[in-house]
């Protein structure tokens, strides 16, 4: 094959795009460097394609356009908004917890101006930029105090930190769990400088088997909420409650790690109980932690309520000054917080509430009424609306689910490939869909679409 010299001429020089006028606007939106940078990168593509393939490429009638498409793309926020039907409401990879307008408003507020966040207006100098927020979690969970960090795992560190390091905390063997990623039990405990000390057996763990364990070199007794599995069978744990008694007995403070933690009993609403942090300090438990954007449906933050002279020091630990929440965190939550103020509102104003709360009988008929009208832009496959169970997510039982709605898409001719180019077709949206592939088809799990008229008018074109 001979490569026609001649196309090469095609390729315009840089100096006499920029001077078409189409360039004076990209010039403007992108700047200078960027757009010549990137009529470069085309250049050499287009001189690369004439190589490869004896024509110039497709998009060549059109410089200007293309230069202007490509730097758009490249401009795009890679953090970008997703409609998450995936059918886990608390979806780590998706950024778990979605805001209430209230915590929205209140982070606009924090970032556009100055705020009080350790300045008191009345001069009092109380001072910790956590001073407002541990207030309010008092009146929430009855604690004498509270702290806030970056996240739960954070939490878990600081805590084992400033009250345990170079000393033991007792574990039940079957509470020495991995969350996910790095953050396991026996790992905090060593990065806190604490030695484990492992108690009872992976099914059963009893009573005696702390008392047995408790020595003058003891500092805590720790309880860790094994959020994401769960035994059956011939198993006995210690509850929080009983674990207080012996630890007010022998003088050892006892920690719980809640991981979730709800605020209010998830069984008023119909939802599997989770365990709440109010119940744990009126157990006695000395410090509970709990995250802040699983359950409780506020930003990432790691929230340690408990006694006065626990929280003390913590506060005052260096580790607190490098875990510590920013201004936006700390707006999130106390708006957040507020809206628990007014329990009657919350599964209206509370997004992660909200959604785990939306009836079965409502997200059918959601999803009988989108049938017919996305169905007719999808000939290739049989879609259907379908049975299906939603998860909380987010480290909840996995056993726990909750009955809702899918939209189903199945390649009419049977091939995993479509189920493929479906799923991409869906990412590249301007607002791109997320489902989830199982047994054959494309699953989109209705609970979590609240923006309807916008998906609809997406997934129509
Ligand atoms: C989720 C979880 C954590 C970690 O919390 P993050 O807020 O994700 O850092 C720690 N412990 C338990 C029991 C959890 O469920």
Redesign the pocket.
Known sequence: MTTHLSLYSHIPATDRLLRDPHFLVVLETFGHRATVDMLRTLQEEAREHIQAENALPDWAEHWGLEVEKRLAANTQNTLRPVINLTGTVLH?NLGRAQQAEEAVSAVAQAMRSPVTLEYDLDGAGRGHRDRALADLLCQLTGAEDACIVN??????LLMLAATASGKEVVVSRGEL?E??GA?RIPDVMRQAGCTLHEVGTTNRTHAKDYRAAVNENTALLMK?????YHIEGFTHTVEEAELAEIGRELNVPVVA????GSLVDLSHYGLPKEPMPQEMIAAGVSLVSF????LLGGP???IIVGRRELIARLQQHPLKRALRADKMTLSALEATLRLYLHPEKLAERLPTLRLLTRDAASIRAQGELLLAQVAQHYPDFDVRVESCQSQIG??SLPVDRLPSTALTFTPRDGRGSQLEALSARLRTLPVPVIGRIYDGRMWLDLRCLEDEERFLEMMSK
């Open positions: 780590t996240n739960n795992a954070a939490a878990v769990v969350i996910g953050f860790v909420h094994t959020s994401n790690d809640l991981g979730s995250s802040g954007d699983k990432q933050a790691g987010s480290g």
